[in-house]
């Protein structure tokens, strides 16, 4: 299957930072939009920040101002920077790739960031 790999999560107390890695396959990098997106116990799975192929990022007001996603073009990887961490930050963090009426195509199978006091 095809699929995206992530790395870089972790436990952290709160107001701190990690940083998320995102590996992509090169025909699907540079030509589609990418996405982090999280889900907590108990929740919906929720976009946290896209990144098209053209144009700004996007992102959830719940981490505007902490969080930046961008491309590493040498690496072919999506990452997510995420600054004064807070506990409701707590959750499985997923990347995702080509977004379409269905959904997203392609999904990492997750890793997790926990954040406490």
């Known amino acids: 299957q095809v699929q995206l790999v992530e790395s870089g999560g972790g436990s952290v107390q709160v107001g701190g930072s990690l940083r998320l890695s995102c590996s992509v396959p090169?025909?699907?990098?540079?030509?589609?939009?990418l996405a982090w997106h999280r889900q907590a116990p108990g929740k919906q799975r929720e976009l946290v920040a896209t990144?098209?192929?053209?144009?700004?990022?996007n992102y959830a007001d719940s981490v505007k101002g902490r969080f930046t996603i961008s491309r590493d073009y040498a690496k072919n990887t999506v990452n997510l920077q995420m600054n004064s961490l807070k506990r409701e930050d707590t959750a499985v963090y997923y990347c995702?790739?080509?977004?379409?009426?269905?959904?997203?195509?392609?999904w990492g199978q997750g890793t997790q960031v926990t954040v406490s006091s």
């Open positions: 090169e025909r699907i990098f540079s030509t589609e939009s």
């Open positions: 995702a790739a080509s977004p379409t009426i269905r959904g997203w195509d392609y």
């Open positions: 990144i098209p192929q053209f144009g700004t990022p």
